[in-house]
């Protein structure tokens, strides 16, 4: 008895771990990097809610992006924005610093996940922005 309870408690434990991460997306219909971004999400335990936008220099300024840190989706979560191809490990970082109301790739950097290009890696950052609007690097990821 005292076995199958804590078998039961281990199971009710690891399927909480397992539970999706909330995050919309929103992109152009056209655009292919923002899919496979999103398919990278999906591998990575987010549940995505895609968001086809008509305009999405629109939905940058609502969301508060700024023009330099810009790139193709933007991904809203908790409130803040996840500009470009940022790596799935580097939304959880994000999540976990109060002070800053987004993070972004700026532009489409080879290797980042969704702009994978064969073994072509270009060196990038994820900047995160606080409130005040100044940018910090969140990571750091090397080319080749
Ligand atoms: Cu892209």
New binding site residues.
């Given amino acids: 008895m005292r076995r199958l309870l804590l078998a039961t408690t281990l199971f009710a434990s690891l399927a909480q771990a397992a539970e999706p991460i909330a995050i919309d997306v929103h992109r152009d219909a056209n655009?292919g990097?923002?899919k496979d971004?999103i398919k990278h999400l999906e591998d990575n335990g987010f549940a995505v809610t895609d968001h086809v936008e008509p305009n999405m220099a629109a939905v940058k300024a609502k969301l508060g992006v700024p023009h330099r840190l810009g790139?193709?989706?933007t991904g809203v979560i908790d409130g803040k924005f996840v500009e470009?191809?940022v790596p799935a490990a580097d939304i959880l970082k994000l999540r976990a610093q109060p002070d800053l109301i987004g993070a972004a790739v700026p532009g489409?950097p080879m290797g980042s996940p969704?702009?994978e290009m064969g073994d072509r890696k270009d060196a990038y950052q994820v900047i995160g922005l606080n409130k005040q609007g100044r940018e910090s690097v969140l990571n750091s990821y090397s080319g080749n």
């Fill in positions: 655009c990097c923002c971004w790139s193709c989706h470009g191809h489409m969704g702009m």
